[in-house]
C-alpha cells in the first residue's frame, strides 16, 4: 500500500518540481521537518545559495505557527533572484513552500501550488496510513 | 494494435459516434432541435496523451451525439516539447471522426468545470442537429498583411453562413498576440541603443518591427486590422475572440486549424444555431486615473515616440513615479508591473486599455494600433474583476445554460492567483452544471450584428447560449 507520504511526494514532484518555474518544493513544518523531495530534484540555480534559503524560510514557520489559526493562508518573501512562496495547509503549521525565480510570474504558479495544495488536503484527510 | 491502444487510454474501437456530418451543407432547420457541447480537459505531461483524454472527457458529454466541431487550448508548456502541439493535435484527429471542424491556440491560463489551471489541455466539443459549422484559415499572413488575413477568413465564413438558415450566426476565432522581436531585445541591440541618438533608435526600432511583422512572424498580432476587415464582410454576426498568449514569457503562442499549427494566422469556426444566447463585451475592469498624457505616435501608430512632447520611456516613468530600472527590455519583466497600468482613451465611446508594453530605448511599443493623441493611464483592480464577473452572471444564473464560454485578460489569473477559485466557485454557481470555459488571452474580440468589431485588452467577452426549454 502506498503511504499517504509517497502520495504526497508525488504530488511534489510530479505536479510541482516538473513545471520549469518551480526550483524546489516541499511539504514542511519549523526545522524543514516534512515531506522534502530528494534534492537532487531541485533545480541546479538554487544549490549555491540552498543553506541560506533554507534558514530564512525556516524564521518564517515562527509566524505561520502563531497565525495560522487565524486563518493566515499565504505568506511569500523575495530574496535575491528568488521568490519564496508559503501557502499554509489550513489551521495547521505546516506549510506547501515552492521556491521560484524571481522573474516568474506568481499568479501563474499559484494557481497549480493552490491544485497541489487541494490534492494534498485529500490525501491528508483521507483514512489510512 | 495501434498507437492507441499502447496508451491505454482510448480504444478507437470504442467511439462510435455515427453519422459524420460537414456542417456546411446541413441547413435543415428545426425549432427544437438540440445541440450539445462537453467540456474535457487534462493535465497529462504528455502532449498526445493529454490530447485525448481531453477530447475524450468533452465528446462523452455530447451524450452520444456526433462532434462537429472541437476547440482546443493548450498552455505553452506542450509548445516547448519537441512536437508538442502536433502531438497534441495528432490526438482529436485519431480518435474523431474525419471532417469535425478544429480551430485552438495556446492560452495563459483556463477555468474549466474540472478546476482552474496554468498548465494543461482543455477542449470544448459541440454537435447536433441544431447547430451548422464551417471553418477557416487566413494561410498564416495576419502580422504581414491583416485585412487580407481578415478578408480570406470572413469572406470564406459569409459564403458558408449564407447555406444556414439558423438564426444566429456566431463567428469563433483564434489571432497572435505580439510576439517580442528577438532580435529588438538582444545584447547588440540594447548596446546600440545606448549609443545612438534618439532619432536613429527609432529608425532602428521600425526597421526590427518591419522586418519582424514582414517576414519572421514576430512583433504585433495586428488584430485590430484584421477584425475591421471581418465587420465588414459579417455585418449581421457576431464575433468573440481572443489574442493567443503564453505564460508571459511572450515567446510561444500559437494557433491551430484542423491539424496545422501556425504562429501568425486567423482560426475561425462559424456556428449557426437558433437558441437564444447572451453575448456581451464587458469593458475594460480598469479604474481611470486622470492622469492623461499628450504622445506623438510613431511606427503605424503602433508606437508611442514621445510624452509631453519628451522622450516616451523617461516622461511616462515620470509621471508614474517610478525608477529608471522599471523600463525593463523583455515583454516578461514588463508584466510584472507595467502591465497592471495599461494605457487608455476612448473612441466611439467605448474605452479602449491596452498594456504599455514594450520598451526600447525611449520609445514605448504597444499591441496596437493607437487611434488617439491624448491616452490616460488606467489602474486595473481586483475588484473590478469580480464586480464585471458578478453582473454577468445575474444575467444568466436564471437561465438553463447549454454552453458558457468567456474570453478573460491574461492579467486576470497573474493578479488572481490561487484565488482564481473565487471566480470558478461563481461560475458554477450560475452556470449549474452546464459545461463552460474560461480562456485567458492577450487580447479579447467581439462584435455584435451591426457593430464594428472591437480589440480590446483588460476586458471580457462573453457567450451563453441558452437550452430551448
Known amino acids: ?98 521556491i521560484v525565480p524571481a522573474l516568474a510570474n506568481r499568479g501563474l504558479l499559484e494557481v497549480e501550488m493552490e491544485n497541489a495544495r487541494r490534492k494534498i488536503l485529500r490525501i491528508i484527510e483521507t483514512e489510512g496510513t | 494494435m495501434n498507437a492507441l491502444d499502447d496508451s491505454g487510454i482510448y480504444l478507437r474501437k470504442e467511439i462510435d459516434f ?35 483524454e481531453a477530447t475524450r472527457k468533452a465528446v462523452i458529454q455530447l451524450g452520444g451525439t456526433s462532434p462537429k466541431f472541437i476547440i482546443i487550448f493548450c498552455t505553452a508548456y506542450y509548445a516547448r516539447m519537441k512536437n508538442g502541439l502536433g502531438r497534441m493535435l495528432k490526438a482529436p484527429e485519431d480518435i474523431l471522426p474525419q471532417n469535425v471542424h478544429l480551430i485552438g491556440g495556446v492560452t495563459t491560463a483556463f477555468i474549466c468545470p474540472e478546476g482552474c489551471f496554468s498548465r494543461g489541455v482543455a477542449v470544448i466539443a459541440g454537435g447536433g442537429p441544431g447547430i451548422d459549422i464551417c471553418s477557416a484559415f487566413d494561410g498564416g499572413i495576419i502580422r504581414r498583411n491583416p485585412k487580407k488575413a481578415g478578408h480570406i477568413v470572413s469572406t470564406a465564413i459569409e459564403r458558408s453562413f449564407r447555406q444556414s438558415k439558423k438564426k444566429h450566426k456566431v463567428l469563433i476565432e483564434v489571432m497572435p498576440s505580439p510576439r517580442e522581436p528577438p532580435q529588438a531585445s538582444s545584447e547588440t541591440t540594447q548596446s546600440l541603443i545606448r549609443i545612438l541618438p534618439q532619432k536613429a533608435v527609432i529608425l532602428l526600432r521600425s526597421a526590427i518591427f518591419e522586418l ?15 477584425l475591421e476587415e471581418i465587420s465588414k464582410t459579417l455585418d449581421d454576426c457576431y464575433v468573440i475572440g481572443t489574442s493567443t498568449f503564453d505564460d508571459f514569457r511572450d515567446i510561444d503562442h500559437y494557433q491551430f486549424y484542423k491539424n496545422k499549427v501556425t504562429e501568425g494566422g486567423i482560426a475561425a469556426l462559424g456556428l449557426s444555431f437558433d437558441n437564444e444566447m447572451l453575448f456581451e463585451h464587458e469593458p475594460p475592469k ?29 516622461e511616462f516613468l515620470r509621471i508614474l513615479d517610478w525608477p529608471k530600472d522599471y523600463a525593463e527590455p523583455h515583454i516578461r519583466q514588463i508584466f510584472h508591473r507595467n502591465y497592471y497600468y495599461p494605457l487608455g482613451y476612448e473612441e466611439d465611446g467605448r474605452l479602449i486599455t491596452f498594456p504599455a508594453g514594450f520598451f526600447m530605448g525611449e ?45 478573460d485578460a491574461s492579467e486576470v489569473p497573474g493578479f488572481l492567483g490561487d484565488k482564481l477559485y473565487s471566480m470558478k466557485n461563481m461560475i458554477d454557481d450560475a452556470t449549474k452544471g452546464s459545461p463552460y470555459l474560461i480562456i485567458f488571452g492577450a487580447g479579447e ?12 485588452n483588460f476586458s471580457r467577452v462573453d457567450l451563453s447560449i441558452f437550452d430551448t426549454d
Request: proline share 3%; hydrophobic share 40%; glycine share 6%.
Open chain 2, 18 to 52: 455515427g453519422i459524420i456530418h460537414n456542417c456546411v451543407t446541413e441547413t435543415k432547420s428545426t425549432e427544437e432541435a438540440p445541440i450539445r457541447f462537453g467540456v474535457g480537459m487534462s493535465q497529462d505531461w504528455d502532449p498526445y496523451r493529454a490530447g485525448i
Open chain 2, 363 to 407: 520609445t514605448i511599443n504597444t499591441n496596437r494600433e493607437i487611434r488617439t493623441e491624448r491616452v490616460e493611464i488606467m489602474y486595473t483592480s481586483c475588484d473590478e474583476i469580480f464586480k464585471s464577473l458578478k453582473g454577468f452572471l445575474e444575467r444568466i444564473q436564471n437561465r438553463k445554460t447549454v454552453f458558457t464560454m468567456l474570453f
Open chain 2, 286 to 314: 480598469v479604474r481611470r486615473s486622470g492622469k492623461t498624457m499628450n504622445i506623438k505616435r510613431g511606427w503605424r501608430n503602433l508606437c508611442i515616440d514621445q510624452v509631453n512632447g519628451k522622450p516616451a520611456v523617461s
Open chain 2, 445 to 456: 474580440h467581439s462584435k455584435k450584428p451591426g457593430e464594428r468589431a472591437l480589440f480590446n
Open chain 2, 212 to 226: 519582424a511583422i514582414q517576414f519572421l512572424q514576430y512583433g504585433q498580432g495586428r488584430e485590430t486590422e484584421a
Open chain 1, 1 to 98: 500500500m502506498i503511504s499517504k507520504e509517497e502520495d504526497i511526494l508525488k504530488v511534489l514532484s510530479e505536479d510541482l518540481l516538473r513545471l520549469e518555474d518551480i526550483h524546489a518544493c516541499m511539504v514542511v513544518r519549523k526545522n524543514l521537518e516534512g515531506i522534502v523531495p530528494i534534492t537532487e530534484e531541485f533545480k541546479a540555480e538554487i544549490t549555491e545559495i540552498w543553506s541560506m534559503l533554507k534558514d530564512t524560510l525556516n524564521e518564517f514557520f515562527d509566524i505561520i505557527s502563531h497565525y495560522s489559526k487565524y486563518g493566515l493562508n499565504k505568506i511569500y518573501f523575495e530574496l535575491g533572484k528568488y521568490d519564496v512562496i508559503f501557502f499554509i495547509l489550513p489551521g495547521s503549521d505546516t506549510a506547501l513552500v515552492a
